[in-house]
């Protein structure tokens, strides 16, 4: 798995509230091809019809390209801007809005998408609407049955295992103090899986009343179905994002405090890394 998908997931909008989420053993095959790719996914969700299919694929495939000439690059400042703030020393502000900015570029894509991903779901019968909540319902399910099979031991416990795994990959070999940083920092965050299934249901729930309420007026089914699509943090609670926020900023010192211990081994390493992204991300710009 290349190391880009720190940074890119190729994610493109598909249909109703969601969006899909495809990476690959390359991220330049699976970026490239992700019209067709995709068919796969929607199958697991909902049977299209040929003209429904081949307008899904034709918004993925326009997506793509828009995200090519628009975003991309966007994405490739950002990296260099995170390389150089760590190169030196963040602070929790600079990272904070460094990380804040990521978020404007999710929306971006989401608002250019947001217009032929309602016409996509208008076509959809009452059948496919149903298969598709339906789909998504289990995935939901799914998702709490396998967070219920371990306690909140196990699941710090691998959590941690992810985040040693990841600083390893990014710093080489870590030392006491550094797998110290890091321990503590994962002691200190706090779960929000279940606040984010709640905001995950209110969604689903928004979306189902959207799809069956026979009042409503296809202005009013436009014009609801958007703000599902669009208006994220309307279906957050306020717990959930005070906790988000506080996780954000425990994540952001701990970058600061693992930045003091770095060796100029580590840091050589590091910067491999970035420009193994980088290199990816231009590859994905010239593949056109």
Not at 34 to 59: C, E, N, P, R
Not at 249 to 269: D, E, G, P, S
Request: hydrophobic share 45%.
């Amino acid at each position: 798995m290349p190391r880009i998908n720190m940074i890119l997931k190729c994610r493109i909008a598909v249909i109703g509230a969601l969006l899909i989420a495809l990476s690959g053993c390359s991220a330049s095959f699976t970026y490239n091809n992700i019209g067709w790719l995709s068919a796969f996914w929607i199958d697991d969700y909902v049977d299209l019809t040929k003209q429904q299919s081949k307008q899904a694929k034709a918004l993925i495939k326009q997506s793509r390209d828009w995200h090519r000439k628009t975003q991309l690059p966007l994405y490739r400042q950002d990296l260099l801007s995170l390389q150089k703030l760590l190169i030196n020393n963040p602070s929790e502000q600079a990272l904070l809005s460094h990380f804040q900015g990521a978020k404007v570029h999710w929306q971006s894509l989401v608002l250019y998408v947001k217009d032929d991903l309602v016409a996509l779901a208008m076509s959809l019968s009452a059948q496919q609407r149903q298969e598709f909540v339906d789909a998504i319902a289990k995935d939901m399910a799914d998702d709490v049955e396998q967070f219920n099979e371990q306690t909140e031991l196990e699941r710090k416990q691998e959590r941690l295992e992810r985040q040693l795994d990841t600083y390893k990959d990014w710093l080489g070999p870590l030392d006491d103090q550094q797998i110290a940083l890091i321990s503590q920092a994962n002691s200190e965050f706090q779960s929000t899986f279940l606040l984010w299934q709640a905001y995950k249901q209110a969604r689903l729930d928004k979306l189902k009343q959207v799809f069956f309420d026979p009042q409503l007026s296809r202005e009013q089914f436009i014009s609801q179905l958007s703000m599902v699509i669009t208006e994220r943090e309307a279906f957050m609670s306020d717990e959930l994002i005070r906790l988000d926020a506080i996780n954000s900023k425990h994540y952001v010192q701990l970058l600061i405090n693992l930045r003091a211990t770095i060796t100029a081994k580590q840091l050589k390493h590091a910067n491999a890394e970035f420009a193994d992204m980088l290199k990816d991300i231009d590859q994905l710009i010239a593949d056109d």
